[in-house]
């Protein structure tokens, strides 16, 4: 700014000297002269010194008293103004107030200049060796994150060679993002097939910027603290780890919050993992081999498979109730699954009539097992029941996140309340002298 004010002064100083040359040519040869209109506008924007000099050099209207009265005087005036600006130049421009009003203003014009600053300055850019393509997502968030920023200086506070400056800034709502993008990054974390490399702080970067562009986030104002210290004249911010967390409104912390999540997202989180399972997922994520101890080569398989591609499509859960006290949450949770109460009740029928023939009185053992399988399996195809089970579950927070396992109580009402149907199986069974079915373990 300084080296443009400079420059226009000595054009406009220098078009004046030559214009009073000029006119003085034109007077000696009587020709078409320049207005005195003309050479006081030149004056009066800053050219007056070299209109002056110009006067004398080319003793060119030195009688004219508007001109011999009249440019000193506004020589004089322009002089003033000019040190007066340039008091309110050094005594503002050089202030706490100023200097962090052009740090706040190069937020407000993010360029890549300042955006590859800036992502250093917040600690946002440790890797020095990333490749382009990296530095620009990184760009990217940065660019996204400060789209809407603005700010409004509250006032300062000196003291001898050091200063407070208040400023109100405004800009997305960092807590909302800091929720979604804990929350989509949990959701990464608690996949029962996750990804086989471990997440990079590239893919963070990536999901923020992903979190950034795909949402919308209302604006807030926050309030941000800047300690200034003098250092020959020249007022320096002080950089810590509060005024970046301010500048980024409190975004970071948010991040670090280990409650930033609530214990019912939490949970929500970890039962949508369990949902989004196939059947084939489920099987290899429970262990599946004869889950109904049938021991028997030619149905187990096919039980099997029908048993957990029923679970799968059933498996469903709502929470009745969730609440945190402290580090602790206890939460009720009513798990819908395949209804293995009915499985074998249709199964005990199926039994009954078998053992009502000749046939089961005839078969050696090898084909009493592959009956009383087959007859399992035709239960569970002819099963369209679900059944609903509500179950507790406690689980605390690690100081970094919600710790949430699931017990045997949770693994029973997601299997169909697998205990109570064989319980009461065994127990007609036991009346009726039909087969019983063999615990799970």
Known sequence: MTAIILTYLILINLIGFVLMGID???????????????????????????????????????KHPS???????????????????????????????????????????????????????????????????VRDIRADVIALFFKNFDYQIQGEEIEDDKAVVNARITNIDAHALARDLCTKILQRSVSVYPESTVPTTNDYYQLLHDTLAGSSYELVTTTVTFHLSKNHSRWEILTDDTLEDQ????????????????????????????????????????????????????????????????????????????????????????????????????????????????????????????????????????????????????FNNNGSIWDISFDQEFTNALMGNMSGAIEQFNSAAHDTETVIVAPVD
């Not at 003085?24 to 209109?51: D, P, Q, Y």
């Not at 007066?84 to 130049?89: E, K, R, T, V």
Request: proline content about 2%; some cysteine.
């Open 67 to 133: 001109f011999r009265i009249g440019l000193p005087v506004i020589a004089f005036l322009q002089i003033m103004l000019l040190l007066f600006a340039a008091y309110l130049w050094f005594r503002f421009a050089g202030s706490p107030t100023r200097t962090v009003q052009r740090e706040l203003a190069q937020i407000r014009e993010l360029d890549a200049d300042t955006l590859q600053s800036f992502l250093h300055e917040v600690n946002l850019s440790e890797d020095t060796n990333a490749d382009a393509g």
């Open 247 to 394: 500048l980024v409104s409190g975004f970071i912390s948010y991040m670090n919050d280990p409650y930033i999540l609530p214990a019912a997202s939490a949970l929500s989180i970890q039962l949508d993992a369990l949902k989004a399972l196939t059947a084939e997922q489920w099987a290899e994520y429970l262990s599946v081999d004869d889950i109904f101890a049938t021991y028997n080569t030619d149905y187990s398989q096919a039980i099997d498979e029908e048993y957990i591609r029923q679970m799968a499509a059933a498996f469903d859960y709502k929470i009745l109730r969730c609440e945190e006290n402290g580090a602790h949450a206890d939460a009720v949770v009513r798990i819908t699954s395949i209804d293995m109460g009915n499985v074998l009740s249709i199964y005990k029928e199926h039994l009954l009539s078998y053992a009502a023939t000749t046939k089961s009185l005839r078969d050696d053992d090898i084909q009493f097992s592959n009956e009383t399988a087959r007859l399992l399996l035709q239960s569970l195809q002819e099963n369209t029941g679900t059944t609903s089970t509500d179950i507790d579950i406690s």
């Open 24 to 62: 003085k040519r034109r007077a000696i040869t009587n020709r078409w002269r320049i207005s005195e209109r003309t050479l006081f506008l030149v004056a009066l924007l800053f050219g007056c010194i070299g209109v002056q000099i110009g006067m004398h050099v080319f003793r060119h209207k030195t």
